[in-house]
Each structure stands twice: as structure tokens, then as C-alpha cells.
């Protein structure tokens, strides 16, 4: 029979890789979809109201990785706050902004300057997105060694 002092001792380095891998598993988006992807200048020609301002009351800057919503895909959970990866470019983009009702299945990306507005034109993209609670899940050894995702 195992000395139960003996059996924590060999368990623990276990029970600390399974922590440690269980810290550091990124978050996966919680879903995938493919809508249509227009672009747009935070100008007031092409927003309502102040275009400065998303409809949460979020400051909207050039440079800035935000999107604006159709309704139909915030009911889907693309909410304030969602993280969304954009088919065809790279880094992750902010639900910060909503569409007019009339739009179905559809993202306005905010771009830097007209050019590269004009640049992407209309695409039909595949999305995929995570619930901006997701982004809390980082175990504490990540906050300790870094990013792990």
C-alpha cells in the first residue's frame, strides 16, 4: 500500500503541468460565420450623428480595430465588446459600433482613411468571434509569465 504523504508528493507535479496548461489554453472563438463586409471612415458623410462616437458610447479613432454590427448579428451575440477575426486580415477587431436596421448579415469595418476604405470595397468574408466575457478567462500564470495566447 502507497504511504498517503508519498501519493501527494508524486501527484503534485502532476496536478502543477495540469494547471500550468490549463492557465495558458487560448480562448477559442465561440463562433464562425460568413456575412458581408463593407468599410467606413469615421466622417460625418458616413455615420450618424457624431461620428466620433460608436452607438455604446465608445470614442471611435482612426486606426482603431472596431466594427460596426448589422442588428441581426448582434441578436446572434456579436455584442459590445465581442472579439472578431476578419477573414483576410490580420489581428482581432472590436465590436465597437451598430448598423442601421435596414442591413442584414453585415459588418462596416472602421478604416484609417478613405483609400483603404475604397480599398477593401465589399467583400463577402468568413468571421469568427468570441463573447467579450471570454477575454477574462486567462488563468493567473499567464498574467504571471505574458501573454500565453
Known sequence: MIEPRRAVRSALPLL?????????????????????????????????????????????????????????????????????????????YEVLDRMPRRWQRRIDILMADRRSARSWGKRTVRIQWSPPEARSRWGFLCGLFGSCG
Do not use: F, K
Open 16 to 92: 502543477a503541468l495540469a494547471l500550468l496548461a490549463s492557465a495558458c489554453a487560448t480562448v477559442t472563438p465561440g463562433r464562425d460565420l460568413v456575412v458581408t463586409a463593407t468599410a467606413y471612415n469615421a466622417v460625418p458623410e458616413q455615420t450618424d450623428g457624431d461620428p466620433e462616437i460608436g452607438a455604446w458610447g465608445d470614442r471611435l479613432r482612426p486606426g482603431m480595430r472596431a466594427i460596426a454590427v448589422s442588428q441581426d448579428l448582434h441578436a446572434l451575440g456579436l455584442v459590445r465588446g465581442a472579439r472578431v477575426r476578419i477573414e483576410g486580415l490580420r489581428d482581432e
